[in-house]
Every structure is written in C-alpha cells, then in structure tokens.
C-alpha cells in the first residue's frame, strides 16, 4: 500500500526531493503521494520532519 502524507504536513518540500520516483507533488494545503507511481521505499518518510508520510 502506498505512503500517504497525513494533515501534520508543513509543506516543507524535504519529501518531494527524497522521492526517487517522483511521486510527490503540492496539493491543498500539503503535499500529495501518487499511490500509483509510489514505490513504497520510505525515502519520504525518512526525509520528513515531522512525520507526515506515512504508510
């Protein structure tokens, strides 16, 4: 199942340069995860500061 990115996102950006796919884009308010173009890898999770993406 692909990451999504919970409302604790501050729409930083640090997810959108881990994703090695491209996966991420800015939504409303925070960012967004394409479940179809996301790999699972945790890269974004890793990268967040707060948490936000989540599995």
């Keep these: 199942m692909a990451y ?3 409302d604790e996102c501050v729409s930083c950006g640090a997810c959108v340069d881990a994703c090695p ?11 967004v995860i394409d479940a179809e173009t996301c790999v699972e890898c945790g890269a974004c999770a890793g ?5 936000a993406p989540q599995e």
């Design 47 to 51: 990268a967040c500061p707060v948490g």
């Design 4 to 6: 999504k990115i919970s």
């Design 21 to 31: 796919v491209g996966a991420i884009t800015e939504g409303d308010g925070k960012y």
